[in-house]
Nanobody, 130 residues
């Protein structure tokens, strides 16, 4: 399984970016895919997870500003990020899980832990300046 992120860069506060994650060797028909981020000196944070049926979980920190989507014909997961803030500055990672993680999608109050995601990309840097 290989995941490859792209689309990161530098943007001013209030701007937008769209991240892409192209995957291969992974069958996204019963599992979950997600975006995580990690800022320097901080723990890795899950920001949005999407089950194969389209059910999503968004972290409160990005709800209403970020949107996850997928193009199954291109095996590509996207993260549209709008109204970016300096605190969104981080390395962004795409991740894939074999399990559906239904427990978390039912609760909608807990983000699936990173340990449940077996496959990770190398990350793409997003820097937001004020």
């Amino acid at each position: 399984v290989q995941l490859a992120e792209s689309g990161g860069g530098s943007v001013q506060s209030g701007g937008s970016l769209r991240l892409s994650c192209t995957y291969s060797g992974y069958t996204y028909n019963s599992g979950s895919m997600a975006w995580f981020r990690q800022a320097p000196g901080k723990v890795r944070e899950g920001i949005v997870s999407r089950r194969s049926d389209g059910t999503t979980i968004y972290a409160d920190s990005v709800k209403g500003r970020f949107t996850i989507s997928i193009d199954n014909t291109k095996n590509t997961l996207y993260l549209q990020m709008n109204s970016l803030k300096p605190e969104d500055t981080a390395m962004y990672y795409c991740a894939a899980a074999v399990a559906s993680l239904s427990y978390y999608y039912t609760l909608q109050t807990l983000f699936p832990p990173a340990d449940y995601f077996h496959y990770w990309g190398q990350g793409t840097q997003v820097t937001v300046s004020s």
